[in-house]
């Protein structure tokens, strides 16, 4: 993990996005420092697309700031030139050949490196003079990341690009990608809501729930701020006053609580215990939804 003062490759203050009537987006204040693979993590509408058309220019704010890169995302060379940008529907053309796109990609970018594609495509087996619609999705997903990778980008942008895939083509795509992220000078956020994917490969996290920003932060930090209390049936009027409540499950013999600790928990009644990913995830959902967590078993895609 990289420390905290790695300079900001993405920066938002109160950013806002309204289209019409509805609030797609509000007054996220959102920090990405250089060098993380950041989980972009949210339900149905949460404004995980809409946050990341603001970060590539597509979509400009109602309010607020944002700063990529250090400076203002907007649709020209200058600034696409550090970024890349991968959605679920995969750009290719499938009348090319890998070896076509490798060769428009050349013409498209000044600091295009055509041989790491070549490269990591005969490590994959996968034949660059075949059709990309004779590919599988695996392939054609790995033939998307290497082309994408090629511009050489400091920012790399991936709105679920493995939804559709299998298993093993997760795995191997999200290698790939933690390799990109090893060699140096790349940051990534990558929307997803496969939650076992992204705790392997991420280290930094974006949390959104009804168009706001819940939790933005290294996830190592996240989850050391955060315990589960289980204890009795019991008032716990003194632990929410000392600490934040994220979640409470309450029955008739049994209290658990998901909170945000501001100091050690001294009530003896409860045992303390450190939270996984998906518990803190799910507890911040069913938090905002007013859902108990038994009620959430996945996180869908941002519409």
């Known amino acids: 993990m990289m420390a905290s003062s790695d300079p900001a490759v993405i920066q938002t203050r109160r950013l806002s996005k309204r289209y019409r009537r509805v609030t797609a987006l509000s007054e996220a204040t959102v920090t990405v420092p250089e060098g993380r693979i950041s989980a972009l993590i949210g339900p149905n509408g949460a404004g995980k697309t809409t946050l990341l ?4 220019g597509l979509a400009r704010p ?15 060379a200058a600034f696409l030139s550090g970024v890349g940008f991968l959605a679920q529907e995969i750009p290719l053309y499938r009348h090319l050949s890998a070896e ?25 087996d996968i034949p660059v003079d075949r059709q990309v619609g004779r590919l599988s999705g695996g392939q054609r997903a790995q033939l998307a990341l290497a082309l994408t990778l090629a511009k050489r980008p400091r920012l790399l942008l991936l709105d679920e690009p493995v939804a559709a895939l299998d298993p093993l083509a997760r795995r191997q795509f999200l290698a790939h990608l933690a390799e990109a992220v090893a060699d140096g000078g790349l940051t990534v956020v990558l929307s997803s809501h496969l939650l076992a994917d992204l705790e392997r490969t991420c280290d930094h996290l974006i949390l959104l729930a009804k168009s706001r920003v819940q939790l933005c932060g290294d996830i190592d930090t996240l989850l050391a701020e955060h315990q589960v209390l289980v204890g009795p049936a019991k008032d716990t009027t003194a632990i929410e006053r000392d600490h934040t409540l994220v979640q409470a499950v309450r029955t008739a013999r049994q209290t658990t609580l998901l909170i945000r600790r501001s100091g050690p928990v001294i009530d003896p009644a409860f045992e303390v215990a450190d939270v996984g990913l998906e518990e803190l995830v799910l507890g911040y959902m069913g938090q905002v939804a007013g859902a108990a967590p038994a009620q959430l078993t996945s996180i869908g895609e941002d519409q």
């Open 53 to 56: 058309r603001l970060l590539t």
């Open 62 to 76: 109602t309010g607020g700031d944002i700063t990529v890169l250090g400076g203002t995302p907007r649709q020209n």
């Open 100 to 124: 076509d796109h490798i060769g428009i990609g050349a013409h498209l970018n000044a600091r295009w490196d055509g041989t790491s594609v070549r490269r990591r495509l005969e490590s994959l």
